[in-house]
T-cell receptor, first 118, second 114 residues
Framework: GAVVSQHPSRVICKSGTSVKIECRSL??????MFWYRQFPKQSLMLMAT?????????EQGVEKDKFLINHASLTLSTLTVTSAHPEDSSFYIC??????????????FGEGSWLTVV | DAKTTQPPSMDCAEGRAANLPCNHS???????VYWYRQIHSQGPQYIIH???NNETNEMASLIITEDRKSSTLILPHATLRDTAVYYC???????????????FGQGTILTVHP
């Protein structure tokens, strides 16, 4: 099946610094990628939709200036958490949508990235 | 809000079939039923999807009622590695601004025991 890779899988950063998480579609072109956040023992919550070559669309309540999303190519989207604080510590997950509608018309997810802000 | 309802937890004995129900009484005509699962500390894994016909793949079977208001995911021979949170999601299949945006509910925690 399709492969979506995230990097890094785990990152620890100091409060006030910024951290970048990458999401790559390894064997297909993704016109659209989605970023989710998951706190412990909770479900996934959609943060934003990342469209190649255009601005991201953010869900209500998600600060676009804090969570910068760049989708510069058909295989890469990045999420930058700016001025991170301990409450931003979470599991960040991306998903990718194939240009042709997906492998078997499905949406595939990355392995997730654990962010810990100390 | 998620448009599906699932039991919060289920148990299953190893080797037996696991039948996970899902209610989606407000499903629209253009919405498919997707099933994903999430093993602890990993990203969701695609299992299967369908519109109105029953579907089967190497992982599972999906049974959708004729009125499409509910479905059942069947893992025919559950193993310990199938212990995970299972999410039933309805979403447009293609087109529209919502395509690809999946709304996750709380899912069903399936525990497979020896």
């Amino acid at each position: 099946g399709a492969v979506v890779s995230q990097h890094p899988s785990r990152v620890i950063c100091k409060s006030g610094t910024s951290v970048k998480i990458e999401c790559r579609s390894l064997d297909f072109q993704a016109t659209t990628m989605f970023w989710y956040r998951q706190f412990p023992k909770q479900s996934l919550m959609l943060m934003a939709t990342s469209n190649e070559g255009s601005k991201a669309t953010y869900e209500q309540g998600v600060e676009k200036d804090k969570f910068l999303i760049n989708h510069a190519s058909l295989t890469l989207s990045t999420l930058t958490v700016t001025s991170a604080h301990p409450e931003d510590s979470s599991f960040y997950i991306c998903s990718a949508l194939s240009r042709t509608g997906g492998f078997g018309n499905t949406i595939y997810f990355g392995e997730g990235s654990w962010l810990t802000v100390v | 809000d998620a448009k599906t309802t699932q039991p919060p937890s289920m148990d299953c004995a190893e080797g037996r079939a696991a039948n996970l129900p899902c209610n989606h009484s407000t499903i629209s005509g253009n919405e498919y039923v997707y099933w994903y699962r999430q093993i602890h500390s990993q990203g969701p894994q695609y299992i299967i999807h369908g519109l109105k016909n029953n579907e089967t793949n190497e992982m599972a079977s999906l049974i959708i009622t004729e009125d499409r208001k509910s479905s059942t995911l069947i893992l025919p021979h559950a193993t310990l590695r199938d212990t995970a949170v299972y999410y039933c999601i309805v979403s447009p299949h293609r087109g529209g601004t919502s395509y690809g945006k999946l709304t996750f509910g709380q899912g069903t925690i399936l525990t497979v025991h020896p």
